[in-house]
DNA sequence: AGTTTAGTTCGAATTTATTCGAACTGTCGT
DNA sequence: ACGACAGTTCGAATAAATTCGAACTAAACT
């Protein structure tokens, strides 16, 4: 069976109450606060007190509800902050996230 | 036995996940935009397809978080928003909250 | 005192999230 | 071809949220 990646929600299919939940959590905050820092990261550099299995049901959480992209590159999974798209919905919303 | 509200969270102690997650319910979000509308209000007022100790659950929660304010007025208990506190501590976010 | 109104609290059922180990896929290096 | 590496997926256990009816409190009115 191949790996899927569950589909990110276009901009448009963004819903504030799925973004809303998915940064409602320490951990996929810490995530979120990281990529905003540093840009571009695998999934790998995240320092999470949890094993991958864990981790990377928080990545999907945050795929699902358009929070993050991200895309094959060789062997790791790069993830970016879907800024963009998330500010064209949403103005503001993740400067306030991330400021606080 | 009294009845006890939960204690609101003072303004220092608002954590940024607890108002997101108490944000990440279309119920509870919905309540909060007619606060946001329509100032103070009581519980009873928000047509919401739930019984009443479902609804009353729901304000436990925006309150636990510190989203919204309850005080005693006769029989009913009116809430408000808590947009001084929270704009204060989480500048932006509210507004933007409010605006999706 | 009794009734109505507003909303909470309790308790239990159901649903949904989180957690983790184990097995897996795909890519890279040797 | 064979490991090692990065991360996903599966399955099952645990934990947490939501839901609701029923019983309750407290204020207001008659």
């Known amino acids: 069976m191949p790996i899927f990646l569950p589909?990110?929600?276009s901009k448009?299919?963004?819903l504030m109450?799925?973004?809303?939940?998915?940064l409602?959590?320490?951990?996929?905050?810490?995530i979120v606060r990281q990529l905003a820092a540093k840009g571009e990261q695998p999934c790998g550099?995240?320092?999470v007190?949890?094993?991958?299995?864990?981790?990377?049901?928080?990545?999907?959480?945050?795929?699902?509800?358009?929070?993050?992209?991200?895309?094959?590159?060789?062997?790791?999974?790069?993830?970016?902050l879907r800024q963009e798209d998330l500010d064209a919905r949403f103005p503001g919303l993740l400067k306030a996230v991330l400021k606080g």
Chains 1, 2 share one sequence.
């Open 17 to 22: 109450t799925a973004v809303l939940y998915a």
């Open 45 to 47: 550099v995240f320092e």
């Open 24 to 30: 409602s959590d320490e951990i996929r905050l810490g």
């Open 12 to 14: 448009k299919e963004l």
């Open 7 to 9: 589909k990110e929600p």
């Open 49 to 80: 007190d949890r094993p991958k299995s864990s981790l990377s049901h928080h990545f999907r959480v945050l795929r699902e509800s358009g929070v993050v992209a991200t895309r094959k590159d060789g062997k790791a999974l790069m993830n970016t």
